[in-house]
């Protein structure tokens, strides 16, 4: 979607937000109004009712909606002081909220927007008139609580979700993408495959890989961390935990000091935080000793757990978790040898989605006019620069996106598209001037001169957490062969083939998969339960193993076996089944 395409529809996303206010408004007056805007697909509004609504109410409050749009036309702008504004809103405390801060507690004018009878506080961004809006491509979703702010020390109001889109076509697309998507829900074949598990006790957003879900972990990382070791990364560990000066220095204190667990001791006066990221660990690595332009360039891998105190609310699954993996690398580099890494690891990059089987799309991702991030401006401009001339080097197709750098510097992002064509950003190469100058890093140039490395971040998967989510809704549960859990089971139909079976299982037991990674012997099991066949089948594609080897008294008199996969069913020669299984 071109950036003006995208900008006209946040623009009539938030102008159907002010038309749901209208409608609540009008049907339950006592209600108090406060923040509705634009999101991804869709929009949303926060009430706080007098009186409670259910799903049920959304009907009638989308017939209302679409009952005042013939009425509205084009929004008009009004400028009040903050002592006026507030006469809009007697009995509304976040209203007041909202202005004072707006006004900047009064010290300036506040605008107002108005369109039909239904004006409100608001700083713009609707669409030139309402005609644009079809009355068939947009619709209420569902109800979910927040608080005002986000804050859980707030109240807790009720939020109104709407989907909105350019046309019903669009509308009903996006509506089967989502039902689609109920079906292969990571959270739903988490439980199903047993792949992890959430306990109480132990804390929300804190999972337990079980031995099913650690077998397809260790070989994804296993497999990350390969093809960066081929290019010469060497892995490093640190701490879990960690002195909050080592965030002061390196930025993080200041922008994310309200996101980090704290940790008491007992022994030190020292402020200690659990570690939210590694790359401040990696630099104190690089000054451990002195660097020339010899030892450079310099690459440190380590796929660690890092910690953030995520809010309740917005904890998903695996998709949004407290405790992260994530596959990290950091490589040190001169000027001249920045396109060289940064080319690999686009190569590298491109090689493990090929494999697992995703497209990708490109975002080059730079920063807005805005405050939050760190860093002398002309080295900002120097960075994104670089950065851009490098993607269109890499023959990479992006597109711009303004305000999604990191604070430190800009980044190119990957967005993985899935199979039922939802996005998700999961790996990122990312340029860093800010952090070699707050941690003083330095090396030798030939001429004996300390010069400052440029520091590039990478990781292939990101969050494994959130990447695991993707993947298992990406394949429905049914994993390559190469990383499944398990990835053959025996089936037997009756104890006389006892015999047999173990001469099935010598031939697996002698089987290596060809795989992306270096240790793949297969793994396999045995279903001899006195259970019928079709228990045993039905069980095996609940688990959706990819491959059912049916052993019956015809297969053992007949030196075969009947193979089963997810989409076809055939008779294999005992002799030819090591062959036929690497070639799958």
Request: proline fraction near 4%.
């Amino acid at each position: 979607m071109s950036q003006k395409n995208e900008n006209h529809l946040n623009a009539l996303r938030h102008s159907l937000a002010h038309l749901l206010a209208a409608a609540v408004m009008e049907l339950y007056p006592k209600t108090k109004r406060t923040i509705g805007p634009a999101i991804d697909n869709g929009f949303y509004f926060d009430f706080d009712f007098s009186e409670p609504i259910s799903e049920t109410d959304l009907p009638k409050i989308e017939n209302k909606m679409r009952e005042l749009l013939p009425k509205w036309h084009t929004f008009e702008r009004y400028e009040l002081t903050a002592v006026d504004a507030k006469k809009e809103y007697p009995r509304n405390e976040f209203k007041h909220q909202l202005i004072d801060e707006f006004s900047e507690s009064g010290k300036k004018e506040v605008s107002f927007y108005k369109s039909g009878d239904y004006w409100d506080l608001c700083k713009g961004g609707h669409v030139k008139d309402m005609s644009e809006v079809s009355a068939d491509a947009f619709k209420l979703s569902h109800l979910a609580g927040a608080y005002w702010k986000g804050d859980s020390k707030n109240k807790m109001l009720t939020r109104i979700y709407g989907l909105a889109f350019e046309n019903k076509k669009d509308l009903n697309d996006y509506v089967a993408q989502q039902e689609l998507a109920m079906t292969r829900d990571h959270r739903k074949l988490g439980k199903q495959l047993d792949l992890y598990t959430m306990s109480p006790l132990v804390g929300s957003g804190l999972p337990l890989y079980t031995p099913r879900g650690t077998v397809v972990r260790d070989l994804l990382i296993q497999f990350s961390e390969q093809i960066r070791q081929k290019n010469g990364f060497k892995r490093v560990w640190s701490p879990h935990i960690t002195k909050k000066e080592l965030y002061e220095t390196s930025g993080h204190w200041a922008k994310f000091g309200n996101e980090l667990f704290l940790v008491k001791s007992q022994e030190t006066n020292d402020q200690l935080v659990m570690k939210p990221m590694n790359c401040p660990h990696h630099n104190e690595i690089y000054v451990s000793q002195p660097r020339s332009y010899r030892d450079l360039p310099l690459k440190l891998l380590e796929t660690a757990t890092a910690y953030r105190d995520e809010k309740t609310g917005e904890l998903h699954g695996l998709s949004r978790v407290r405790s992260l993996t994530q596959d990290d690398s950091h490589a040190y580099c001169t000027p001249e040898q920045v396109d060289e890494v940064v080319a690999s690891l686009i190569t590298e990059v491109r090689h493990f989605y090929k494999v697992i089987d995703m497209q990708l799309k490109i975002r080059l991702s730079l920063r807005d006019s805005s405050e939050k991030y760190l860093g002398d401006q002309k080295l900002w401009d120097f960075a994104q620069t670089r950065i851009e001339e490098l993607a269109k080097q890499n023959g990479l197709d992006f597109y711009i996106a303004e305000g999604e750098a990191a604070f430190y510097g800009p980044k190119i992002d990957f967005m993985a598209i899935d199979a039922i064509g939802r996005e998700w950003q999961v790996a990122t190469v990312q340029f860093d001037f800010v952090q070699p100058e707050r941690f003083n890093l330095t090396y030798i140039n030939a001429d004996g001169q300390e010069e400052r490395p440029i520091m590039v971040h990478c990781a292939i998967m990101g969050s494994f957490d959130r990447f695991f989510s993707v993947f298992i809704e990406h394949t429905a549960g049914w994993f390559p062969l190469w990383v499944a859990p398990e990835q053959v089971r025996i089936a037997t139909i009756n104890d006389a083939v006892k015999e047999y079976t173990k001469e099935v299982a010598a031939i697996l037991d002698d089987t290596i998969l060809m795989a992306p990674v270096k240790y793949n012997e297969l793994r396999y099991s045995l279903d001899d339960r006195n259970e019928s066949l079709g228990r045993k089948i039905h069980d095996a594609a609940d688990l959706k193993i990819p491959v059912l080897l049916i052993v019956g008294s015809k297969d053992a008199q007949l030196r075969q076996v009947s193979v089963r996969l997810h989409n076809k069913e055939e008779k294999i020669d005992l002799k030819e089944l090591k062959q036929y299984l690497q070639q799958l």
